[in-house]
């Protein structure tokens, strides 16, 4: 895992060309909070991301469960979800938003059940 500090360091630390001195395991890391970023995004973008505390790290920001599109989206109020572009809910950690929209999608929660967010957050 490269932390928030750590992160930093890396980019305060950053070798001739751009190149960052990193251990394999930071590299991996880094390279699955970049693959939950939007494809526009660069391998630079999601080290950056991580230093200014706004990586989600094993959260993808879009996936299909159960044939249904889910989208989480990270704010300063905690972790937004989207199922089918509705918004569902406002979770605090990642296995939250992870467990309901794993909840919502295989009918365990029913969509006519859900309220929304200022009522019931995860």
């Known amino acids: 895992m490269v932390t928030q500090q750590r992160a930093q360091d890396i ?3 950053q070798g001739p060309f751009g190149r960052l001195d990193l251990t394999p395991e930071e590299d991996v890391f880094i390279r699955r909070v970049w693959a939950s970023m939007p494809g526009w995004t660069c391998y630079y973008d999601a080290v950056t991301r ?16 159960h044939g249904h599109e889910v989208v989480t989206h990270l704010t300063d109020e905690g972790i937004k979800v989207y199922i ?3 918004y569902e809910a406002l ?10 929209a794993r909840k919502a ?3 365990e929660i029913r969509k006519s059940s ?6 019931s957050p995860c």
């Open 84 to 86: 089918d572009d509705r």
């Open 11 to 13: 980019l305060r630390n």
């Open 105 to 107: 999608c295989s009918g």
């Open 50 to 65: 991580i230093a200014k505390g706004e990586a989600l790290g094993e959260l993808p920001r879009s996936m299909r469960l």
């Open 114 to 119: 859900l309220v929304p967010v200022e009522a």
């Open 91 to 100: 979770c605090q950690t990642e296995e939250a938003a992870l467990g309901f």
